[in-house]
């Protein structure tokens, strides 16, 4: 059973005799380990598992299937609490796409191409995901996707012989290579805050794909992407906080995106995914170097030194 987690653990023994629980490392919600392998609802959004507060008890225990949690029709549930900022298709999402882009130009870098944005159901996103692994690059988020293309151009000229043109024959001379960004695609369903740390960080594997950066590492790329994204995060939590990276120049971090006040829910639920992009096993490393460079050195330094080299400070 799921349990209060100011209370005493109301968790059968296990064989042992003893207490034997779980307990989430960022909500701090206690339960019983099966809870992990049965049919218990688990929010998409937030993580935590469905309970219900019983009137004669302070511990929690499992309301029925679905009760409680919506359920969005491909296997995923969410709860009540990040229903209330929701994003449910491609026009709703609009304005925040439009927001972060107005972000990124308030960063000195601006996105001059239009991309299509399109929100999709997991379906889909899981079937263009599988698609994109046969590309060069994989621009991919489990929730969203960067679609691209490499376009590779060879310029030539006549060939010379003597003092003559010798006909249509060419010499090859110059090898070049060109990244097109046709479409990003983000799964529908999730809150704004989640919704917008998606985007930030497919946009700006748009902007480095753009902006000529593919000479860097998937590892680095990703790890810029994730730092972007909990920046958006940190000016829509903590709007005005002085603790930003040093921009080195770059004449804006605030964000623009700040629509009235958030609930106190909210503001929780954006430190959570800030603290699921600081311990994602996937990209944790990459972030962390990341972080460390933009801290130390700007962020324009930072930008400058990977489009160079392709690598971050001493690695």
Known sequence: MLVDPITEPEIPL?????????????????????????STALCCSCERLEVIL?????????????????????????????????????SACQPLYHAIRDYYEGLNMKLEQQIPLLLVER??????????KNGDRHMTDTRGLCLSEELLAILTKP??????????RTHPQKLTTRCEVTGILVLYGLPRLLTGSILAKLLMHALLCLKGFQNS???VEDGICQVF??????????????NMPSSSGDSSLLSSTKKGRKSDFEKRLGEFFMH???HDKTYREGFRAANEAVNRYGLSCTMAHIRMFGKFFGH
Request: glycine fraction near 10%.
């Open 14 to 38: 296990n064989r042992a005799g003893l207490i034997d629980y779980r307990s989430h490392p960022f909500w701090c919600q206690k339960y019983c380990p099966s809870h992990e392998h049965d």
């Open 54 to 90: 019983l009137p004669y008890s302070l511990s929690f225990v499992l309301k029925s299937r679905n009760t409680r949690y919506i359920y969005l029709g491909d296997g995923r549930n969410l709860c009540l609490d990040c229903l209330d900022s929701t994003i449910m298709d491609t």
């Open 123 to 132: 379906k889909a996103l899981n079937e263009a995901i599988e698609e994109d």
């Open 159 to 168: 060939g010379i012989g003597g003092n003559q043109l010798t006909g249509m």
């Open 217 to 219: 590492s998937p590892g």
């Open 229 to 242: 994204s909990h920046m958006w995060l940190e000016t829509e939590v903590m709007p005005g906080i002085g």
């Open 276 to 278: 699921q992009i600081a």
